[in-house]
């Protein structure tokens, strides 16, 4: 059974930091590439970084680039992104994706809230 399970989302103040984790099992996760999505309230999901299934290739929306950062760790089946200078605009809930092919996994999300 595939499973996506996103944690480390939370509340925090603008300028602040959060990681994020995505543990995955029941696929081959090393094969995967890996993605992260967000949908704020009332907007459509949105991509924001993804990752190459070995690590050695990284892309990120406009809006996140120069402060979140995707990583991986094909040993832990764990995909990962660190959020720094967090904006209020960042608010959103953060999805886990795995996709190949005709596979399309998803997590159920974790909420990160920026505010004061």
């Known amino acids: 059974q595939v499973q996506l399970v996103e944690s480390g989302g939370g509340l925090v103040q603008p300028g602040g930091s959060l990681r994020l984790s995505c543990a995955a099992s029941?696929?081959?996760?090393?094969?995967?590439?890996m993605r992260w999505y967000r949908q704020a309230p009332g907007k459509e999901r949105v991509l924001v970084a993804v990752?190459?299934?070995?690590?050695?290739?990284?892309n990120y929306a406009e809006s996140v680039k120069g402060r979140f950062t995707i990583s991986r760790d094909n040993a832990k089946n764990t995909v990962y992104l660190q959020m720094n200078s967090l904006k209020s605009e960042d608010t959103a809930v953060y999805y886990c994706?795995?996709?190949?092919?005709?596979?399309?996994?998803w997590g159920q999300g974790t909420q990160v809230t920026v505010s004061s």
């Open positions: 990752i190459t299934s070995a690590g050695g290739g990284t």
């Open positions: 994706n795995a996709g190949r092919y005709r596979d399309d996994y």
């Open positions: 029941g696929f081959t996760f090393s094969s995967y590439a």
